[in-house]
């Protein structure tokens, strides 16, 4: 240890090197006046587990590679940075590009280029990063090009506080652009929810060809933990409805947004023999022609935006922890997983006993599992890091006569680390 300090602080010597050394040398004398000596202590046996150490950007960048994602395009931003930095090492030994572009606007144009191509796409940003794209991103929904969009939210607005922890982009995810397309927003809330929730976003982008958010937060972006191993027996790449050159020669003629009653439309990659193709983010037709009929722009708002009612069963669903009978309730999502987890222990050697609803999937509001969450208990806290209560908001919205239960327990100072205590102190 000597040495180690010696070899850091040489270049300053003198007096820094005088004081860190005798820092040292204090410590010792009190390790071994208290007995305090790591030869003193033993590791209980445990239960095995195979445990990881990881951060739900690395978590987020493998579930990429794994679930078939090819080309990634980003620009560098705290606290998502990391998710490109994993993939820079490790996308091109499967065949994978990517690519630094010189702002966010252009990154989010080259991962639509790539999408339309026929390659799985993926992104990441943060708050500022993430209003450049929105322009891009209504591309994606008017044109039916599936992209997947990992935003790692930080404090805002503007530059905010890049390196300290708020969950205040969902109402900005939830209404992003002008004019109305269907999205996805999902939450993960551990490191296993990163990855596996990055394999099914690709696996919804592509068969409802629309955008998909991942929104995570600062905590669990950056945040390394032990987690349970990946199991990688557990994914399915499902790519959608795809047309073979076989399948296109047995068509009619081919639409790039046809009609059909599962509310897809079959993809064929450009260049697809038989496959001749406009693709705009101008109102269109089901060639893809630009269009301004009124019946045609009935028809084709219609399809798209009812992409997220006919999803809802492959959307990631809720899980419920706590005793059927508590009568108080808590929702939350992202980071706040783990403390509220926690804190549900610590009431419950008090005497209180909750039951805590952790939302995976925010937009479309999953109401089919909710509504019947809050009838079962008599108040639920939405505990959120935020200051306007965004989520809270968003379900009153959603079900007006679940109003009078709801109730919220905001944050908003920045601090990294949801303490289970504030939870607990919170909801007592």
Same mark, same amino acid.
């Given at each position: 240890?000597?040495? =180690?300090?010696?070899?850091?602080?040489?270049?300053?010597?003198?007096? !820094?090197? *005088?004081?860190?050394?005798?820092?040292?040398?204090?410590?010792?004398?009190?390790?071994?006046?208290?007995?305090?000596?790591?030869?003193?202590? @033993?590791?209980?046996?445990?239960? $095995?587990?195979?445990?990881?150490?990881?951060?739900?950007?690395?978590?987020?960048?493998?579930?990429?590679?794994?679930?078939?994602? +090819?080309? &990634?395009?980003?620009?560098?931003?705290?606290?998502?940075?990391?998710?490109?930095?994993?993939?820079?090492?490790?996308?091109?030994?499967?065949?994978?590009?990517?690519?630094?572009?010189?702002?966010?606007?252009?990154?989010?144009?080259?991962?639509?280029?790539?999408?339309?191509?026929?390659?799985?796409?993926?992104?990441?940003?943060?708050?500022?990063?993430? !209003?450049?794209?929105?322009?891009?991103?209504?591309?994606?929904?008017?044109?039916?090009? /599936?992209?997947?969009? $990992?935003?790692?939210?930080?404090?805002? /607005?503007?530059?905010?506080?890049?390196?300290?922890?708020?969950? @205040?982009?969902?109402?900005?995810?939830?209404?992003?652009?002008?004019? *109305?397309?269907?999205?996805?927003? %999902?939450? /993960?809330?551990?490191?296993?929810?990163? &990855?596996?929730?990055?394999?099914?976003?690709?696996? %919804?982008?592509?068969?409802?060809? !629309?955008?998909?958010?991942?929104?995570?937060?600062?905590?669990?972006?950056?945040?390394?933990?032990? @987690?349970?191993?990946?199991?990688?027996?557990?994914?399915?790449?499902?790519?959608?409805?795809?047309?073979?050159?076989?399948?296109?020669?047995?068509?009619?003629?081919?639409?790039?947004?046809?009609?059909?009653?599962?509310?897809? @439309?079959?993809?064929?990659?450009?260049?697809?023999?038989?496959?001749?193709?406009?693709?705009?983010?101008?109102?269109?037709?089901?060639?893809?022609?630009?269009?301004?009929?009124?019946?045609?722009?009935?028809?084709?708002?219609?399809?798209?935006?009812?992409?997220?009612?006919?999803?809802?069963?492959? %959307?990631?669903?809720?899980? =419920?922890?706590?005793?059927?009978?508590?009568?108080?309730?808590?929702?939350?999502?992202?980071?706040?997983?783990? /403390?509220? +987890?926690?804190?549900?222990?610590?009431?419950?050697?008090?005497?209180?006993? #909750?039951? &805590?609803?952790?939302?995976?999937?925010?937009?479309?509001?999953?109401?089919? *599992?909710?509504?019947?969450?809050?009838?079962?208990?008599?108040?639920?806290? =939405?505990?959120?890091?935020?200051?306007?209560?965004?989520?809270?908001?968003?379900? +009153?919205? #959603?079900?007006?006569?679940?109003? $009078?239960?709801?109730?919220?327990?905001?944050?908003?100072?920045?601090?990294?680390?949801?303490?289970?205590?504030?939870?607990?102190?919170?909801?007592?």
């Amino acid at each position: 240890t000597r040495g =180690v300090i010696e070899e850091r602080f040489k270049r300053r010597g003198g007096e !820094a090197l *005088e004081k860190n050394l005798k820092a040292l040398e204090i410590g010792r004398k009190v390790a071994l006046e208290t007995d305090a000596l790591a030869d003193r202590f @033993s590791v209980a046996d445990g239960t $095995a587990h195979e445990m990881i150490m990881t951060t739900g950007n690395q978590a987020v960048a493998l579930g990429f590679v794994v679930g078939g994602g +090819r080309f &990634f395009a980003g620009y560098p931003i705290t606290p998502a940075t990391e998710v490109m930095e994993y993939l820079q090492r490790y996308l091109p030994s499967v065949g994978g590009v990517v690519r630094q572009a010189e702002d966010e606007l252009a990154a989010v144009n080259m991962i639509l280029g790539a999408a339309y191509a026929g390659a799985r796409v993926m992104t990441s940003t943060s708050g500022p990063g993430l !209003a450049l794209m929105t322009e891009g991103i209504g591309q994606s929904g008017a044109a039916e090009i /599936p992209i997947v969009v $990992a935003d790692c939210a930080r404090v805002g /607005p503007s530059t905010g506080q890049p390196t300290r922890h708020e969950q @205040s982009d969902l109402s900005h995810i939830a209404n992003l652009g002008h004019g *109305e397309y269907p999205r996805f927003v %999902l939450a /993960p809330g551990t490191p296993v929810d990163c &990855f596996e929730m990055t394999v099914g976003a690709l696996n %919804l982008a592509e068969r409802w060809r !629309a955008p998909v958010f991942l929104l995570l937060d600062q905590a669990l972006c950056q945040n390394t933990t032990t @987690s349970p191993r990946f199991d990688l027996g557990t994914v399915k790449v499902d790519r959608g409805e795809r047309l073979a050159p076989a399948d296109v020669q047995g068509l009619e003629q081919y639409k790039a947004y046809a009609f059909t009653d599962t509310g897809r @439309s079959p993809y064929a990659p450009p260049g697809t023999p038989g496959v001749w193709a406009e693709i705009t983010g101008n109102e269109h037709d089901e060639w893809g022609h630009v269009s301004v009929n009124p019946a045609n722009r009935v028809r084709m708002m219609q399809k798209r935006m009812e992409k997220m009612v006919r999803a809802r069963d492959e %959307l990631p669903a809720g899980r =419920v922890f706590g005793p059927a009978t508590a009568r108080i309730g808590l929702i939350a999502f992202g980071s706040t997983y783990g /403390p509220i +987890r926690e804190a549900q222990g610590l009431l419950a050697a008090r005497g209180t006993a #909750t039951r &805590f609803y952790q939302a995976r999937t925010l937009f479309p509001v999953p109401t089919h *599992e909710i509504d019947p969450f809050l009838r079962s208990v008599d108040v639920a806290y =939405v505990i959120e890091h935020n200051y306007t209560g965004q989520f809270a908001r968003l379900l +009153r919205e #959603t079900m007006p006569d679940q109003h $009078a239960k709801l109730r919220s327990i905001r944050k908003y100072d920045g601090a990294n680390v949801p303490r289970p205590a504030d939870r607990r102190r919170d909801v007592r």
